[in-house]
């Protein structure tokens, strides 16, 4: 096993891979363990080092949900299994480091508080017009911080956090 830690997120990597009928989907709302060994799984649960079975991975989803922060992220790398905890990267250091405006932050905490915001959402909150908020939110994504998922454009156009990019700050 190895634990891996990083400026925006962890990452814990564990030799195996998960059953052909189970999704990394399938981790984050109740399912049905299987064990690789389960007698060491068993061993675990009566001596109360883990507390049920099948139970861990929805707990991280929950926490982190609960958190306020991404929820873990699960993936396969060769033949290791992956798991991505993420971290708040966006301080206020961080954004005055990436030269954000008053504007810009009030815009990130938004979308902090509430997973998304979209042009007429981040006019409102800060109070300028269509244009000005274009080019704020342009420069919130060409600066990592915001992503637009998909390809939409217009209406329904919205942006979220990034996870964890870095591009302009300084440092290693």
Same mark, same amino acid.
């Given at each position: ?14 030799? /195996? ?24 799984? !068993? !061993?675990l649960y009566f001596t109360h080092y883990i507390e049920k079975i099948g139970y861990g991975t929805i707990q991280m989803t929950t ?36 030269? !954000? ?9 938004v979308v902090k508080e509430k997973g998304r915001i979209t042009n007429t959402e &981040? ?26 998922? /998909?390809?939409?454009? /217009?209406?329904?156009? &919205? &942006?979220?956090?990034?996870? /964890? ?8």
């Open positions: 096993m190895q634990v891996s830690v990083f400026s925006d997120r962890i990452e814990v990597q564990n030799p /195996g891979s998960l059953p052909p009928d189970l999704t990394f989907e399938d981790l984050k709302i109740k399912h049905n363990s299987r064990p690789r060994n389960q007698r060491i799984a !068993l !061993l926490g982190c949900r609960d958190a306020g922060l991404p929820e873990p992220e699960f993936s396969q790398s060769g033949r290791e299994f992956v798991v991505t905890l993420w971290r708040d990267w966006l301080t206020e250091s961080v954004m005055t480091d990436l030269g !954000l405006s008053d504007r810009q932050k009030k815009g990130v905490r &981040y006019q409102k909150v800060t109070e300028v017009l269509k244009r000005e908020a274009s080019r704020d939110l342009k420069e919130l994504v060409d600066k990592g911080v915001f992503e637009k998922p /998909g390809s939409v454009t /217009g209406k329904g156009t &919205y &942006y979220t956090l990034s996870k /964890g990019a870095t591009k302009g700050l300084k440092g290693p």
